[in-house]
């Protein structure tokens, strides 16, 4: 559902983990994406620049001291150069634009010091070439080798990226070549993995796989050298192949051991017969230091090198991605005056410390720590993260260079060379691939940083953007983009009803007569350690308000994926679950003890609903059980319909199984099914048409499923690709001749339709319950349309109200300017109870908190809404509506 999901607790499940752990490194995931398209050969020049314009500062900043708020000086003492640490910035050779280093390094370079210039640099990201499975075929970004391919290193890879250093013997054989990265992490199937296909094609023998990885890498290595000689007029004559290889490994990448040991042993191989090989690993980190995966990862690499006989000191270098550690890890460093720089500096620390255990215990030495520096790179994200409140300034690269050249870090690198900007063609840029979103810095500062050439405005950064820069014109689109001029951030919690209620005068607090058809199935997010427990909630939400007392009757339990490591078979578990002993523990001492004990003790156990799908699955299709199901039946839709359907019973039974015998009931299994089907996932066809068979068939076979299809909306309705989804599952239903009164409900996600969009509703006056209305009706009217165009029956949208269903995210929505308040939430429950809705639902219960223990901000379990008292969303859709409901709080 949305942003938030990307918070699931993922299981490993390793118990020392915290939700922090898992939820960042879940966003550090995102740091190193890359891009799959160079663009078009034929206008090479087309700057990655979006539309929009979002002022707030969470997308750009214009004041030093505002990206800077634990500072009040600037760093203006540099460090002698230890003529060790080198540094080398990863450039995305994907993008046609922010990367031509001949103007990087004239702009950049100190003409008095020959040390002060940018001398090297990584190239990422390699990878299997798309579309290739019979042999082992390695391009940039996985494009095709052809005549494309050709014109990108013609006019770009050539003249732009290889140039200025083919010029010289000695700056050519010190390019990296990087593999990996997102894309490659991502990918559960792991097809893009150079060392997995190397397995696979070698059918698990791995002396065959090592020898055919090491090959291919020598291979590319070489190609580049190649490259450079037939695309750069002015190479050397004299140039050597580069010997300098950097492994990104982060998400699925980092638990395909078997896949991870071959690569490891091809790295030792390759060390052990030429020592001018240089290697290095990319991990993700925290602050903690390295996560258990991360550890995992080191071990192997470790191991093999040891087995190898080399020394330990001749190990592949750890390069941490200092980025992304996740919002609530930067919000509270910047309540503990801390900046990137000290999380920084803590996060290579306790990285040293389990470096340090691992040589203790493999090579039976004990190393002097202060020498391991020299085994671990330092790779910041520059400027404005991906998670938005990390914000990495000049002046933590200054504290980052000076701490690296005092411990002699073996090198730094930044992501990315491309972004080393804060305004584009004069104007303001929020944060893109190719800006870091500091508009008060120059062009390439942190490249000047970096390579030691702190001029005078390194030292002294301008304090605030020059005023006759022009900004960007206002947009109305698009999911970050602003409206109008700039205006403040918007907060990340709200302690005053009348500033959470802008285009409000009073509460609302007449209560409409329930209808006893609309129902309320709150999402709950079985993948949180934290948040609402069950018990609690009845606590809360059971007192008569003087009407009778209602009960939460109802629950959405997401979100349900195909099990980690899982291939061979469709094996479904709440959030991927790896099953085992630890997930064995976690359904029967927490889940079940927490939340189904307390269903089945209020006779709802059968009113349960599964929730399928969601951000995760959105984001990697390939852990939707549907395209599970396609692939191990050789994408034969019509083979895939019956191991599905019977997936989807089997795990329902599962839970009544497990209930039953722990309760010592008979209990009936739930019939009811969400999926919430957005990201890449949306656009997925032969998938979408296998689920809306198969779900059809069931609905055929037993009318008592019931069957709902949870999509993205703006307040014009459904995007074309929701509709499409619609209407293949109303042409499914059709196909089997089952009435279009039973139809899969199309529950609305009412949520995040992007800043600009709720922007100017405030300024129209509009609450965020207009919005919703608004994209309840047009999607009804467009499922009229859709009604009358498969079943060739005309019925009038305000009587399709019943195949609708309506999910706020409450209180402060991921795009910030959306905040759906309890005012919201009565209007909605009351229009809801008068339209016969068919539910409602929200997310999330475990959420539903004015405040995530000492912390007001917005988190997973915290709605930000500070005035409110704990449970009160879930009260209003109850119909519990007891005064502080109908009258909360005016301020904390």
């Known amino acids: 559902m949305n942003k938030l999901y990307k918070w699931l607790f993922s299981f490993g499940l390793s118990l020392s983990l915290t939700i922090f752990t898992v939820s960042c490194n879940t966003y550090i995931s995102n740091s190193y994406k890359g891009n799959e398209n160079p663009g078009n050969p034929e206008n090479p020049t087309t700057p990655e620049i979006p539309d929009t314009n979002d002022t707030s500062s969470s997308n750009y900043y214009v004041k030093w001291k505002d990206a800077n708020p634990n500072r009040t000086t600037k760093i203006n003492t540099k460090n002698k150069y230890n003529n060790k640490t080198y540094f080398s910035p990863y450039l995305d050779a994907g993008l046609w634009s922010g990367n031509d280093f001949s103007d990087i390094i004239n702009s950049t370079k100190d003409t008095n010091n020959n040390n002060a210039v940018l001398s090297q640099y990584t190239l990422a990201f390699a990878q299997q070439v798309n579309g290739v499975s019979d042999k082992l075929e390695i391009s940039f970004a996985g494009l095709k080798k052809d005549s494309s391919y050709d014109?990108?290193?013609?006019?770009?890879?050539?003249?732009?990226?290889?140039?200025?250093?083919?010029?010289?013997?000695?700056?050519?054989?010190?390019?990296?070549?990087?593999?990996?990265?997102?894309?490659?992490?991502?990918?559960?199937?792991?097809?893009?993995?150079?060392?997995?296909?190397?397995?696979?094609?070698?059918?698990n023998n791995e002396e065959n796989a090592v020898n055919i990885l090491s090959e291919s890498f020598k291979n590319f290595n070489e190609e580049l050298l190649n490259d450079a000689k037939k695309y750069v007029k002015e190479a050397a004559t004299d140039l050597e192949t580069p010997k300098n290889i950097d492994f990104d490994i982060e998400g699925n990448s980092q638990n395909d051991k078997s896949a991870l040991k071959v690569l490891a042993k091809t790295l030792a191989k390759m060390k052990k017969e030429d020592s001018t090989w240089n290697f290095s690993v990319t991990l993700p980190v925290l602050p903690s230091g390295l996560s258990s995966e991360g550890i995992g990862v080191l071990l192997v690499f470790a191991t093999e090198f040891k087995n190898a006989g080399i020394d330990y000191k001749n190990m592949p270098i750890i390069n941490l991605m200092l980025m992304d550690y996740g919002n609530d890890i930067y919000n509270q460093a910047i309540k503990d005056r801390k900046t990137n720089f000290d999380l920084a500096k803590s996060a290579i620390e306790n990285t040293i410390a389990q470096l340090s255990k691992t040589i203790k215990n493999l090579y039976e030495i004990n190393p002097i720590d202060d020498e391991l520096y020299g085994l671990i790179g330092a790779t910041p994200m520059i400027g404005i993260n991906d998670t938005k409140a990390g914000i990495f300034t000049l002046e933590d690269a200054k504290d980052l260079y000076n701490y690296s050249m005092d411990k002699n870090i073996a090198y730094i690198g930044m992501w990315s060379q491309n972004c080393d900007r804060g305004i584009i063609n004069g104007k303001k840029s929020i944060k893109t691939v190719t800006s870091h979103g500091l508009n008060y810095l120059n062009e390439y500062d942190f490249t000047r940083v970096f390579i030691g050439n702190w001029t005078s405005d390194i030292l002294n950064p301008k304090?605030?953007?020059?005023?006759?820069?022009?900004?960007?014109?206002?947009?109305?689109?698009?999911?970050?983009?602003?409206?109008?001029?700039?205006?403040?951030?918007?907060?990340?919690?709200?302690?005053?009803?009348?500033?959470?209620?802008?285009?409000r005068k009073t509460n609302i607090t007449e209560k409409y007569s329930p209808n006893e058809k609309t129902y309320f199935s709150p999402y709950f997010d079985t993948g949180l350690y934290s948040g609402n427990k069950l018990e609690d909630v009845y606590k809360k939400t059971t007192s008569d308000p003087g009407d009778g007392v209602k009960k939460l009757n109802n629950l959405t339990l997401a979100f349900i994926t195909q099990a980690q490591?899982?291939?061979?078979?469709?094996?479904?578990?709440?959030?991927?679950?790896?099953?085992?002993?630890?997930?064995?523990?976690?359904?029967?001492?927490?889940?079940?003890?927490?939340?189904?004990?307390?269903?089945?003790?209020?006779?709802?156990?059968?009113?349960?609903?599964?929730?399928?799908?969601?951000?995760?699955?959105?984001?990697?299709?390939?852990?939707?059980?549907?395209?599970?199901?396609?692939?191990?039946?050789?994408?034969?839709?019509?083979n895939s319909i019956e191991p599905l359907k019977n997936a989807f019973i089997n795990f329902n039974q599962e839970w009544t199984n497990l209930a039953s015998k722990n309760s010592g009931k008979s209990l009936k299994m739930p019939k009811n099914i969400d999926f919430d089907i957005e990201g890449k996932s949306i656009d997925d066809k032969n998938a979408n048409i296998l689920?809306?068979?198969?779900?059809?068939?069931?609905?055929?076979?037993?009318?008592?499923?019931?069957?709902?299809?949870?999509?993205?909306?703006?307040?014009?309705?459904?995007?074309?690709s929701g509709?499409?989804?619609?209407?293949?599952?109303?042409?499914?239903?059709?196909?089997?001749?089952?009435?279009?009164?039973?139809?899969?409900?199309?529950?609305?996600?009412?949520?995040?339709?992007?800043?600009?969009?709720?922007?100017?509703?405030?300024?129209?006056?509009?609450?965020?319950?207009?919005?919703?209305?608004?994209?309840?009706?047009?999607?009804?009217?467009?499922?009229?349309?859709?009604?009358?165009?498969i079943y060739n029956y005309s019925v009038d949208y305000n009587n399709l109200y019943y195949l609708i269903g309506a999910t706020p995210m409450i209180g402060i929505n991921d795009t910030a300017a959306g905040i759906f308040t309890l005012e919201d939430a009565k209007e909605l429950y009351n229009w809801s109870q008068k339209n016969n809705l068919a539910y409602t639902s929200m997310w999330s219960l475990n959420d539903d908190k004015r405040r995530d223990n000492n912390n007001d901000a917005k988190s997973v379990t915290s709605h930000g809404l500070t005035y409110?008292?704990?449970?009160?969303?879930?009260?209003?859709f109850i119909g519990n509506w007891d005064n502080q409901v109908k009258k909360p709080n005016t301020s904390l």
């Open 463 to 503: 304090d605030e953007a020059p005023e006759d820069i022009t900004p960007n014109e206002p947009n109305y689109g698009g999911d970050d983009g602003d409206y109008g001029d700039p205006i403040t951030p918007e907060p990340t919690s709200y302690s005053s009803w009348e500033k959470a209620n802008p285009n």
């Open 691 to 720: 689920l809306a068979k198969t779900v059809a068939k069931m609905k055929k076979e037993d009318s008592s499923w019931n069957f709902s299809l949870t999509l993205p909306v703006l307040p014009s309705g459904l995007t074309s």
């Open 868 to 876: 409110l008292n704990d449970c009160d969303f879930t009260k209003v």
């Open 723 to 789: 509709a499409a989804v619609m209407d293949l599952f109303i042409q499914e239903y059709k196909n089997l001749n089952i009435s279009y009164s039973n139809l899969p409900v199309i529950n609305l996600m009412l949520m995040d339709y992007g800043n600009p969009i709720y922007r100017k509703a405030i300024k129209d006056g509009k609450t965020n319950f207009d919005l919703s209305i608004e994209a309840i009706n047009n999607t009804s009217k467009r499922l009229s349309t859709s009604i009358q165009n």
């Open 565 to 638: 490591s899982t291939t061979d078979k469709l094996d479904l578990t709440f959030a991927g679950q790896k099953r085992g002993d630890s997930y064995d523990w976690w359904s029967n001492d927490k889940f079940y003890k927490e939340t189904l004990s307390y269903l089945i003790s209020n006779n709802s156990f059968e009113n349960i609903k599964m929730s399928y799908g969601g951000f995760n699955t959105g984001e990697n299709i390939e852990k939707n059980p549907w395209n599970v199901a396609l692939r191990l039946n050789n994408y034969n839709i019509n």
């Open 151 to 203: 014109e990108w290193k013609k006019l770009q890879l050539g003249p732009k990226d290889l140039a200025p250093f083919s010029i010289s013997k000695n700056d050519f054989k010190n390019l990296k070549i990087s593999y990996g990265g997102y894309n490659v992490g991502v990918d559960q199937t792991q097809e893009k993995s150079p060392w997995n296909v190397a397995l696979k094609l070698s059918k």
